[in-house]
């Protein structure tokens, strides 16, 4: 879901009729958000108040969203190095 946030945004402002310094800008700015609420998500992936009988499921499913949401950051955090650098 956050993804397909992501790309919506992402889109909508490299197709915004505005200069090109703006657009780095606005989408610099979004992605360092995205940024910021993915590593509240993965701070808050937590199986410590889970019952025993799940603890083992559960993590296994925390540690696969958390690895999905690491590999997110790791694409945002090249965005932004992108945009920051100019490059495309």
């Known amino acids: 879901m956050l993804a397909g946030v992501t790309a919506g ?16 800008a606005a989408l610099k700015f979004k992605l360092a958000k995205y940024k910021e609420m993915l590593l509240e ?3 808050d992936l937590d199986t410590s108040g889970i019952h025993s ?5 559960s993590t296994e499913i925390v540690d ?5 949401a690491e590999k997110l950051l790791e694409e945002i955090e090249a965005l932004i190095h992108k945009v920051t650098s100019g490059k495309s």
Do not use: C, Q, W
Not at 53 to 57: A, G, H, L, R, V
Not at 64 to 68: G, R
């Open 9 to 24: 945004a992402l889109l909508g402002i490299l197709y915004a009729p505005d200069k090109g310094s703006n657009t780095r």
């Open 41 to 43: 998500f993965i701070a």
């Open 53 to 57: 009988e799940m603890k083992e499921e």
């Open 64 to 68: 696969d969203v958390k690895h999905s």
